[in-house]
């Protein structure tokens, strides 16, 4: 039986069958507010503590950054806030203070430098980007547009971006190069080259605080969305949004063959399922992570570790040594509908285990909560997570998630 047969039939059987209840319920119940860990068909919750920051979750595609400040202050800026959000009671309570950034465009990527510095990365549509400074944890900003050579590309976006301080104060920026806007073909209309068709992952570097770029090295082939986390051993890890869909030399000829490899399902919304054998439907679009040993200039040991419609994604780690890499659930099931989850690992990425954490719920129209998450680690071994929950109405709310993830 053809694959296109196969999965016909696949989704005869899914409209057909009865609607089941889901599994995880984050509604808090008589101990108070909490998270669920998911391994196979079990459920078990964690306690927890949920901070609503006052925002609505509207708008797809977006990161509201959590960062902690050199005094131990918390941080959260992205875009829609239209402000910095500040705690100086470790993510309990939250304060407001406006902040107008139009100039910088959609925020990308948001650091606190070891000196206090705040550093945004902000797109100007989606073919530059700037970047805003401020020495007075948000009230004025220097703004600058971002000046690197992109070669041989033509276009940069930051999308959702990370900026990573290293030891030796030199920034990492997370953006991605295309040469075409349909990724395919130039600004003429003209094929592109095989090689510059898609999307393309790259690192920036400043040794300047941020205001200065250049020497960029790209991290992989066709993705963005880029993550980066420094591990105690030097070693930088980064997960990658994998994203392709045009024909490259070997691919079988019906482009579900590679969707279902990279865990296609039937169910999953129109936008993916709507004519999957088209050529120009996604082949992948899955979380990668791969590491670097030389401060990311070169990476390796690329591998795969999320389902098909799981991005884009954050990494964590810890004091008490679990690795996290949380994303968004992009499509509504029968474990807790779509949101925000988290799968981890023991072994610093090597291995991830079976169990799926889950921390926000969603609608099944999930573009009113999409939030990636962000998170920043506490001294107890627990993490405050910031992640998009639909606690009843229409749309869902931004909460700061206050958590602590199993041990070995």
Not at 66 to 78: C, E, K, Q, V, Y
Not at 84 to 113: K, M, Y
Not at 336 to 345: I, K, N, P, Q
Request: proline content about 4%.
């Amino acid at each position: 039986m053809s694959v296109r047969a196969i999965v016909a039939i696949a989704m005869i059987i899914t409209i057909l069958a009865p609607v089941h209840a889901r599994l995880v319920d984050l509604r808090p119940d008589e101990q108070g507010d909490r998270v669920a860990l998911v391994t196979g068909d079990e459920v078990s919750y964690l306690p927890a503590k949920r901070v609503d920051l006052g925002h609505p979750a509207t708008g797809g595609g977006i990161c509201r950054t959590i960062r902690r400040a050199p005094n131990g202050d918390l941080f959260i800026m992205g875009t829609g806030l239209k402000a910095v959000l500040r705690s100086r009671d470790g993510g309990l309570t939250w304060n407001r203070a406006p902040v107008e950034l139009d100039s910088v465009g959609f925020i990308s990527a948001f650091a606190i430098l070891r000196d206090g510095t705040f550093v945004v990365a902000g797109m100007r549509g989606a073919a530059d980007m700037r970047v805003a400074r401020s020495t007075d944890q948000g009230k004025t900003w220097t703004v600058a547009e971002i000046e690197v050579d992109r070669t041989p590309h033509k276009q940069m976006a930051g999308w959702n971006a990370d900026m990573l301080e290293l030891n030796d104060g030199t920034i990492l920026l997370t953006v991605q190069l295309r040469s075409g806007r349909d990724l395919i073909h130039d600004q003429n209309g003209a094929l592109l080259p095989m090689e510059l068709r898609g999307v393309f992952p790259y690192l920036l570097r400043s040794s300047d605080g941020g205001r200065t770029w250049g020497d960029k090295s790209m991290i992989a082939m066709y993705g963005g969305e880029t993550h980066l986390l420094a591990m105690r051993s030097g070693k930088l890890l980064a997960c990658i949004r994998k994203q392709r869909n045009h024909r490259l030399p070997g691919d079988p000829p019906d482009p579900m063959t590679i969707k279902l490899q990279m865990g296609f399902e039937p169910q999953f919304p129109s936008e993916e399922a709507k004519n999957p054998h088209d050529e120009g439907t996604n082949r992948i679009k899955n979380m990668f992570v791969t590491e670097s040993s030389d401060q990311g200039r070169t990476w390796g040991n690329e591998r795969r570790v999320s389902g098909f419609l799981q991005c884009s994604g954050d990494l964590a780690l810890t004091s008490n040594g679990v690795l996290l890499l949380g994303f968004h659930h992009r499509y509504a099931d029968d474990i807790a509908g779509d949101g925000v989850r988290m799968m981890f690992s023991h072994d610093r990425g090597r291995t991830w285990e079976k169990g799926t954490y889950i921390l926000g719920q969603g609608t099944a129209d999930y573009d009113t909560a999409v939030c990636y998450p962000s998170s920043v680690a506490t001294e107890d071994g627990g993490l405050i997570s910031v992640v998009a929950n639909h606690v009843g109405g229409k749309v869902a709310r931004i909460e700061a998630v206050h958590w602590r993830p199993r041990g070995r």
